[in-house]
């Protein structure tokens, strides 16, 4: 069982910056992929970006590139989403998700199914 704790969520202004971290419990973190979702209001979730269990690949969201870094630190058990040049758009609600150890089934890992952990939630609110 792994529990994954978010934050840095919190109310900005446009053009600003976030950055979001995601603690995991256990010691199994550094075998797992990692993602952000997002899920605001009237639309559905919507995936953002994800890293391998190494960190070497980052995969994201048109919607994102360019402004969004997915990072992590295995030593911490923390996974890490800095957002820049944020839009009122972005406002949402976003979770961490972690993969199966080992989870071989996907590349990209773009899909919530592709997950099996999820955190609680962080709100990011970007006013205009």
């Known amino acids: 069982q792994v529990q994954l704790v978010e934050s840095g969520g919190g109310l900005v202004q446009a053009g600003g910056s976030l950055r979001l971290s995601c603690l995991a419990s256990g010691r199994t973190f550094s075998n797992r992929a990692m993602g952000w979702f997002r899920h605001a209001p009237g639309k559905e979730r919507e995936f953002v970006a994800s890293?391998?269990?190494?960190?070497?690949?980052?995969y994201y969201a048109d919607s994102v590139k360019g402004r969004f870094t997915i990072s992590r630190d295995n030593a911490k058990n923390t996974v890490y989403l800095q957002m820049n040049s944020l839009k009122p758009e972005d406002t949402a609600v976003y979770y961490c998700?972690?993969?199966?150890?080992?989870?071989?089934?996907?590349?990209?890992?773009?899909?919530?199914?592709?997950?099996?952990?999820w955190g609680q939630g962080t709100q990011v609110t970007v006013s205009s």
């Open positions: 998700a972690a993969a199966n150890e080992y989870y071989s089934g996907s590349v990209e890992f773009r899909r919530p199914g592709e997950y099996n952990y």
């Open positions: 890293i391998t269990r190494s960190g070497g690949r980052t």
